[in-house]
């Protein structure tokens, strides 16, 4: 099945500092995926789409210059905390959009757990 | 906009028996999909089942079925003979565009 990556899978920063998190495809090209932000026990909320080759949408809310979203390539996109602060800690995962059978399905990483101290 | 509600935010159910989620939802749209997503305590989404809008015939997937309502827009998950491995937060979603909507969960505990 199609697999997806995230890296890493904890990170533990400083307020103030910048953070980067990589989401991969490993064995399917997407040309689409999306960025979510989850607090403890709660839904899963969307951040963003980020599109191959083009600019990220951002949902209502989402600070576009805060999470800095880079799709470069078909399999890798990246999720940038920019001075970060203690409230961003949080759980961030990304979904990979790949076609299947007429219909497109969103394939998840595991997360990425963010401390900002 | 899309709204995804689940109303039961912890469901308990003994090993062996059968328990049902519920799901309603709001959309203007007439094509769209619906997903049961679990999420175990790793915290990896794993897609339980999925129903096309189109289709009247319910989804199943082994010991998961979804009863769908379309008029009522109305969409549960059932779980027969339950196992202590399916202990896991389960979320609705819908997608009519591409993009994920989800409800607020539903903590599911299994008791052996």
């Known amino acids: 099945g199609a697999v997806v990556s995230q890296h890493p899978s904890r990170v533990i920063c400083k307020s103030g500092t910048s953070v980067k998190i990589e989401c991969r495809s490993l064995?399917?090209?997407?040309?689409?995926m999306f960025w979510y932000r989850q607090f403890p026990k709660k839904s899963l909320m969307l951040m963003a789409t980020s599109n191959e080759g083009s600019k990220a949408t951002y949902e209502q809310g989402v600070e576009k210059d805060k999470f800095l979203i880079n799709h470069a390539s078909l399999t890798l996109s990246t999720l940038t905390v920019t001075s970060a602060h203690p409230e961003d800690s949080s759980f961030y995962i990304c979904?990979?959009?790949?076609?299947?059978?007429?219909?497109?399905?969103?394939?998840f990483g595991p997360g990425t757990r963010l401390t900002v101290t | 906009a899309q709204t995804v509600t689940q109303s039961q935010p912890e469901m308990s159910v003994q090993e062996a028996e059968t328990v049902t989620l519920s799901c309603t939802y709001d959309t203007s749209e007439s094509d769209y999909y619906l997903f049961w997503y679990k999420q175990p305590p790793s915290r990896q989404m794993i897609l339980v089942i999925r129903q096309e809008a189109y289709k009247q015939q319910n989804a199943t997937e082994n010991r998961f079925s979804v009863n769908f309502q379309k008029a009522a827009k109305s969409f549960s998950l059932k779980i027969s003979d339950s196992q202590l491995g399916d202990a896991a937060m389960y979320f609705c979603a819908y997608s009519s565009y591409g993009k994920l909507t989800f409800g607020q969960g539903t903590i599911l505990t299994v008791h052996p």
């Open positions: 979904s990979a959009r790949m076609a299947s059978g007429g219909f497109y399905e969103q394939y």
């Open positions: 064995d399917f090209q997407a040309t689409t």
